[in-house]
């Protein structure tokens, strides 16, 4: 019974549980000036550790972030930059060595001359269609951040003229076989072969014009993305929509006016080369609080 007692008063003695923080707040009260400066400064030192280590997180991330998007940029500005001297063949060199304006038999001596041009103008055209597939994901996968709607168009746009581009080296694959001297094309004359060879090209320029539309057309999406990124100078965004809108005049006023040969794309489309020399050597300007 004594014990029983004893026990009983030292719980009695004992402070309630939810008074336990008051408890230890009047022993900090009553605590040395010195041990509570002590604490203090453990405190202080515990949460600068802490957010020491956030702010470490948030840098480390920052970097990476950095480092990925000037990787992107340069492999983007890389693969684009491979199809420029694709396109300069196939645009240019080509029909200027191969076609003769309104003459259909010396444009048949010419190629019959120079075959392996044609393939080698085959190849370079699906190569650059392929190649322009890569470098359109990896810039939506850049400029997916700015915007994603307008980065979703900028990709459909672009990967549109791919397929017309395709099909119509089916036209140049039809010049080789009629120019081929087979024998099932016996039933023809020489001047039909011919005649028909020069349409066959002549549907081939029509084919690159209609690509030349969505050429344009995804340029005034990238164009919009450049010029918000904040990571690529502005300016370049604003030359892009003059540069897209200038592959749409020339080949419109190509099918209105056929004899008018305008040609403002080969002046508005500097800012493509501009851009992709951009992504090449200076990549992205990402600022540290990125």
């Not at 957010?51 to 983007?76: H, N, P, W």
């Not at 081929?180 to 549907?203: H, I, K």
């Not at 003059?242 to 500097?270: E, H, K, M, Q, R």
Request: glycine residues 10%; aromatic residues 10%; charged residues 10%.
């Amino acid at each position: 019974m004594v014990l029983a007692g004893l026990g009983w008063l030292i719980f009695l003695s004992l402070p309630p549980a939810n008074d336990l923080p008051r408890q230890r707040k009047r022993q900090e009260a009553y605590a040395s000036p010195g041990l509570r400066e002590i604490r203090a400064i453990g405190r202080a030192t515990a949460h600068r550790d802490r957010k020491t280590y956030a702010c470490g997180e948030v840098q480390m991330t920052s970097r990476t972030a950095r480092t990925s998007a000037l990787i992107l940029a340069r492999v983007a500005g890389f693969l684009y930059l491979l199809t420029v001297p694709l396109g300069i063949f196939t645009l240019m060199v080509v029909p200027s060595s191969l076609i003769v304006s309104g003459d259909a038999a010396a444009t048949a001596r010419n190629i019959m001359g120079s075959e392996s041009l044609i393939s080698i103008d085959i190849v370079s055209a699906l190569l650059g269609s392929v190649i322009a597939i890569f470098y359109l994901l990896i810039l939506y996968k850049l400029l997916k951040p700015v915007s994603k709607d307008m980065a979703v168009l900028m990709v459909i746009l672009g990967l549109t003229g791919n397929p017309i581009v395709m099909l119509t080296e089916f036209t140049q694959l039809g010049v080789l076989q009629l120019l081929s001297g087979a024998d099932y094309l016996s039933v023809f004359t020489t001047a039909q072969l011919q005649a028909l060879a020069y349409l066959f090209l002549r549907l081939h320029t029509y084919g690159i014009n209609i690509a030349f539309i969505f050429s344009g057309l995804w340029l005034l999406p990238l164009g919009y993305l450049v010029f918000k990124s904040g990571f690529l100078p502005r300016i370049l965004g604003v030359l892009l929509i003059i540069g897209g809108f200038g592959y749409l005049i020339d080949v419109f006023a190509g099918f209105l006016f056929p004899g008018s040969n305008l040609s403002i794309g080969l002046i508005t489309g500097l800012p493509e080369i501009m851009f992709l020399l951009w992504l090449l050597v200076k990549g992205v300007s990402v600022r540290e609080g990125a």
